[in-house]
């Protein structure tokens, strides 16, 4: 392991640190950061340290990119290489999303989840290390996501919000952006034929 890539596993073990340490925060917070989002305000820029963590999380990221970008790795998942990074019809909507967090890629996973629920940035990035951490103390929820999809246009609104809920920690108006996303993708391959 050369310089560059010690270094990244160095930020990657601070950026846990970090998003746990925000995760703790934000839960200990949690009435206050409802209260304070309902009056319209950031709830994280409300909180010096919620404030602090969330900036280091986002120097963090961004010095974790430029690093794989330096060791020549790429900060986008690469999807030249034809069909076999596509997601096929048994793989299900969030496969490559799901690849890309076992592989501990978040930001390429964070894309990724943008693209396919239309979150913006930020919140996909946000949902993206939700995920991750719930995924390792409950790894059944990859499953319960990938059933939600194969049944979404089945399964009520509420079943599949709580899915989302549980999976990405979106609110509301999230999920339902999700859900119509997930909705579209698995109709576009049948309709396109």
């Not at 846990?16 to 009056?39: C, F, I, P």
């Not at 010095?63 to 060791?71: G, K």
């Not at 920690?169 to 698995?186: F, H």
Request: aromatic content about 4%; proline content about 5%.
């Amino acid at each position: 392991m050369n310089k560059l890539e010690q270094a990244i596993t160095v930020l990657a073990r601070i950026r846990t640190q970090l998003g746990n340490d925000l995760a703790n925060q934000v839960l200990a917070s949690r009435a206050e950061m409802m209260l304070s989002t309902r009056a319209g305000d950031d709830p994280l820029a409300a909180d010096p340290v919620m404030n602090r963590l969330s900036r280091g999380l986002t120097n963090v990221n961004r010095a974790i990119a430029n690093l794989r970008s330096a060791c020549g790795k790429p900060v986008v998942p690469d999807r030249s290489a034809g069909p076999s990074n596509r997601p096929s019809e048994k793989d299900g909507v969030f496969s490559a999303f799901q690849r890309l967090v076992a592989v501990d890629q978040l930001e390429e996973a964070a894309r990724e989840l943008s693209r396919l629920i239309r979150l913006p940035g930020d919140c996909a990035f946000t949902a993206t290390r939700y995920y991750a951490r719930t995924v390792q103390s409950k790894p059944m929820i990859g499953t319960r996501v990938n059933a939600m999809c194969e049944n979404v246009e089945t399964t009520t609104v509420s079943k599949c919000m709580k899915t989302l809920v549980a999976a990405f920690g979106l609110q509301a108006v999230e999920s339902m952006t999700a859900i119509q996303a997930i909705r579209d993708a698995r109709r576009a391959p049948v309709e396109s034929i």
